[in-house]
């Protein structure tokens, strides 16, 4: 079989890193398939990321309808998804994290672009994430 051109890239030293995310990727095992058998080295994710995926897809419909019915606001559903979807796949990461000596492995989100100047405001909604919502 030939030799699998992702992980060529990785033997020169590149990681390569996924630019999407969407729920189906962890639960499907798509993503742990990647990282396994391609050496995918990290995802990043963005508002405009987590969009797309919610929109075109049904993955986030139960989510979305129990947390309106429970009264949160569009901010707060976006986020705790966001956040679920992160540390879904940062678990799946962890063996490359580990593996690399914290190189690789990781998964990257954005805070609001709306805090583009706002250096107090984005520390705050980094922290938050991190917290987890």
């Not at 990282?35 to 797309?52: C, Q």
């Not at 986020?79 to 796949?89: F, H, P, R, S, W």
């Not at 805070?111 to 705050?124: F, M, Q």
């Amino acid at each position: 079989m030939p030799e699998n051109p992702l992980r060529e890239v990785k033997q020169a030293g590149q990681s390569v890193w996924f630019d999407y995310i969407r729920r189906w990727e962890m639960v499907s095992g798509h993503l742990k398939r990647l990282i396994d058998e391609d050496g995918l080295s990290g995802v990043t994710s963005n508002p405009s990321i987590f969009e797309k995926a919610i929109a075109e897809s049904k993955d986030y419909e139960e989510v979305i309808a129990k947390l309106a019915r429970e009264g949160r606001a569009a901010a707060e559903i976006f986020e705790t998804l966001a956040v679920e979807d992160i540390q879904m796949a940062a678990d799946l990461f962890e063996p490359t994290y580990r593996a690399t000596d914290a190189k690789d492995g990781y998964v990257s989100i954005e805070v609001s672009p709306t805090l583009a100047r706002d250096t107090e405001g984005t520390i705050a909604e980094a922290r938050q994430i991190c917290r987890g919502g």
